[in-house]
């Protein structure tokens, strides 16, 4: 087993040995996103910082697919999703700095490989500005359903959730794949 791990580990090696290693730099749009994200993921923690002092001891801590609260936790749960979004994008922006690592649909060569990777990181920006999005929203309905001692979130919070996840899943892979065949043209 031991060994068909390292076997593992050295073909996927191999597959990024031969890629071309480059610097790509950021145009306007990539400058943008990454400002919103920013704005954004400041905001995930203001909003809680704000109203903490007036939050319950006990805070909604998870919902059901109606939107409905199944569980409470402490008050300094608010703190997760915060977090979880700082700690995801860190991780993504020093992601985008290695695109030669990420999976392409097509073959990488020393031809296309600026342009694959220019766009598999602008896919990753977007991914990490929806992803901020989307706790920015839970966080605020978090905190809004505490202050206000509801069992349910707004309508409007739940189709915007489910927007984002729509958008997070299926846009990306949309994305991706009108590129790939875009290029094969």
């Known amino acids: 087993m031991m060994r068909l791990c390292l076997v593992s580990v050295f073909k996927f090696q191999i597959m990024f040995d031969n890629r071309p290693i ?10 943008y ?22 939050l319950p001891e006990y805070i909604p801590a998870h919902y ?21 979004s700082l700690g995801l994008n860190v991780g993504l922006y020093y992601l985008i700095k290695i695109p030669h690592t990420f999976n392409y649909l097509v073959k990488i060569t020393p031809q296309n490989a600026e ?25 605020y309905q ?15 919070s739940e189709y915007l959730i489910y927007f984002l996840l729509f958008i997070l899943t299926f846009g990306t892979l949309t ?3 009108w ?7």
């Open 142 to 156: 978090t905190v809004t359903l505490a202050l206000n001692g509801l069992q349910k979130t707004p309508v409007w």
């Open 64 to 84: 059901n697919f109606n939107g409905e609260v199944n569980r409470y936790d402490e008050k300094s749960w608010i703190w997760f999703l915060p977090i979880l």
């Open 179 to 185: 590129e790939s065949f875009k290029r094969k043209k």
């Open 22 to 31: 480059l610097k790509i730099k950021k145009d306007k749009i990539d400058r």
């Open 115 to 139: 342009d694959n990777y220019k766009k598999g990181s602008k896919m990753m920006r977007f991914t990490a500005l929806v992803i901020s999005i989307l706790f920015l929203v839970i966080t």
């Open 33 to 54: 996103v990454n400002i919103c994200n920013v704005i954004i993921i400041v905001f995930t923690f203001i909003y809680p910082a704000i109203c903490y002092s007036d």
């Open 175 to 177: 994305y991706a794949l």
